[in-house]
C-alpha cells in the first residue's frame, strides 16, 4: 500500500512523481472507482478558504480553493498524494451572503489535488479545490465544505505547462462523470451542507 501523504509530511520528505507522458495522457480512461464510494471514503473537510499561490487561474485556468493545514489532516492521514473527486460548497456567513447569488451556494462539484505540486515545486503539502463553477467573486476567509469521494490519478510531474492543463481538463471530466452515477449522487445532499429548504426535503 502506498504511504499516505501524512506520512511523508512525517519523515519531512517529498514523494518523487512519475513524469506525465503524452501516451499516458491519451490512455485516461474518462470514468475511475467503483460504483460508489469505498474506504476511506467519504471523507470530509472544512476550513476557512485561504489565499494561495494564486497561479491556479492565471497560469492554469483553474482557480482553486486552498484549504488550512488542519483542515486536510482527515484525508492526509488516511490518502495518497493524488487527485480527488466529489462535492464542495462555499458557505459565507449572513453578513457576506449578498455578494453570492443562489447558484454560487449549491452544493457544487469538485476536483481536488493533494500533494506537493511538484511542477512547481512546492515545499508544503496543499489541498487545493476547484469547484465547477464560475464564481464572480472570491471567497478568501469563508468556509469551504467538502466531502471527498473518490481517487481519479496520482500526483504527476509534467514536461510542460499546457500538458499539466491538459490532464487537469481530463479531471474535471472525469469528476463530473464519476459523480453521475447513484452511489455518489445522494452525497450532494449530506449532512455536512448547508441545504436550502427544497434540498432538504428532497434528501428525505
Keep these: 500500500m502506498s504511504p499516505t501523504a501524512a506520512e511523508f509530511l512525517a519523515k519531512h520528505e517529498i514523494p518523487s ?7 499516458g495522457r491519451t490512455a485516461r480512461p474518462h470514468i475511475v472507482g467503483p460504483d460508489s464510494p469505498e474506504e476511506p471514503f467519504p471523507v470530509t473537510l472544512v476550513g476557512a478558504v485561504q489565499k494561495g499561490f494564486g497561479r491556479g487561474g ?31 460548497q462555499v458557505v459565507p456567513s449572513q453578513e457576506h451572503e449578498a455578494g453570492f447569488s443562489p447558484e454560487d451556494l449549491k452544493v457544487l462539484p469538485m476536483v481536488m489535488s493533494l500533494g506537493w505540486n ?8 496543499t489541498a ?7 464564481f464572480k467573486t472570491d471567497f478568501y476567509g469563508l468556509e469551504m465544505r467538502s466531502i471527498v469521494l473518490g481517487y481519479i490519478r496520482p500526483e504527476l510531474d509534467y514536461i510542460s505547462r499546457e500538458a499539466l492543463i ?18 455518489y449522487q445522494k452525497y450532494a445532499t449530506d449532512p455536512v451542507f448547508r441545504l436550502a429548504e ?5 434528501s428525505i
Design 198 to 202: 427544497g434540498e432538504l426535503k428532497a
Design 118 to 125: 511538484p511542477f512547481y515545486k512546492n515545499k508544503i503539502l
Design 17 to 23: 512523481p512519475e513524469l506525465r507522458t503524452e501516451k
Design 128 to 134: 487545493e479545490i476547484h469547484i465547477m463553477h464560475d
Design 58 to 88: 492565471k497560469d492554469l485556468g483553474c482557480p482553486t480553493a486552498n484549504l488550512p493545514d488542519d483542515s486536510i489532516t482527515p484525508l492526509s492521514s488516511v490518502a495518497k498524494t493524488g487527485v480527488y473527486y466529489g462535492y464542495a
Design 166 to 183: 491538459e490532464d487537469i481538463e481530463i479531471d474535471k471530466k472525469v469528476s463530473l462523470n464519476c459523480l453521475q452515477r447513484t452511489g
